[in-house]
Structures are given as C-alpha cells and as structure tokens.
C-alpha cells in the first residue's frame, strides 16, 4: 500500500478533490472519502453533485443504502463497503490509527489531504507522516505549484 500526502496551498479542498476522485473513476477503481463531522460530510455530498456544470461525481453514504453499487462512499468511519482501493482523508482525518491496527490496509493507496493554510491540519499532518514513516510505510508527499498543479517533492 501506498500513502500519498497531498498538500493544498493554492486550491480547496472543493476544487482539488473531485478532480483527483475523477480520476480514480477514470482508472476504473472505487474510493472511500472520509471526513471529520456530519455537517462537513452533507455539504460535500452536494458538492459532489454539483461541483461543475457538465459532470457529477455519482457517490452515496450510508443514508443511501447499496454500499456495493456506490463507486465513491463517503463517511466518518473507518467502513470500507464498496471495497474502494483508494481512501482520501481529508480536514485532519486520523489516517495513523486506520492503517497501525493489525489486519488493515486493505487499500491500494490512501491519500491524506490537507490545507497547508490551516495550521492544525499542517502540524496534525506532520505527525502523521512522522508516525507512518516510523512503521514502516511508503509515503508520497505531493505539493501544489505555482500554478496549481501536483508535484511531487519526497
């Protein structure tokens, strides 16, 4: 498995994540996006679907029902239910503790995103990556250009 960090400084994370789960859609493969709080949760499951005029990003929650049919799910725990090989935590969600605990890391790749504007997603970011590394894991640090685009600087 792989963890890649991604850190927003030029963009939100409501323009930065529906492109990078666009792509995961592309490559055929299902996601898992999890969050903080209920109320954060809501307001992206309508972003989601209204995000740009000509497409949508078709995801459910556990609300919804048919966790096996939803190509994206989005949650606040740790449930993997529509057996997605990539997780994207974001707003500070606890990667460390969903990937130390014996048996996990059933994913391809998870994807800590994070506002680099936010100093309490930054340093809880900086922990994390400290914390990962120290078990042993394979971590990507991505960083935004000048221009908004990822670059990958470790």
Not at 26 to 52: C, H, I, K, M, P
Not at 74 to 82: F, K, S
């Amino acid at each position: 498995m792989e963890i890649w960090f991604y850190h927003l400084q030029r963009q939100s994370i409501e323009k930065a994540l529906p492109a990078l789960l666009e792509k995961t859609l592309q490559r055929g493969l299902r996601a898992v996006v999890q969050l903080r709080s209920e109320e954060r949760l809501t307001a992206l499951d309508d972003w989601l679907w209204t995000y740009s005029d000509s497409s949508f990003l078709p995801h459910g929650r556990e609300r919804d029902g048919d966790f096996e049919l939803q190509p994206i799910y989005l949650t606040l725990g740790l449930e993997n239910p529509n057996g997605a090989q990539i997780r994207f935590f974001i707003e500070g969600c606890d990667l460390t503790a969903a990937f130390t605990i014996p048996g996990s890391a059933p994913y391809e790749r998870a994807i800590l995103m994070f506002d680099g504007n936010q100093d309490d997603e930054l340093q809880a970011a900086r922990a994390q990556w400290k914390a990962l590394k120290n078990y042993g894991f394979p971590l990507t640090y991505w960083q935004q250009n000048e221009a908004g685009r990822w670059e990958k600087k470790a």
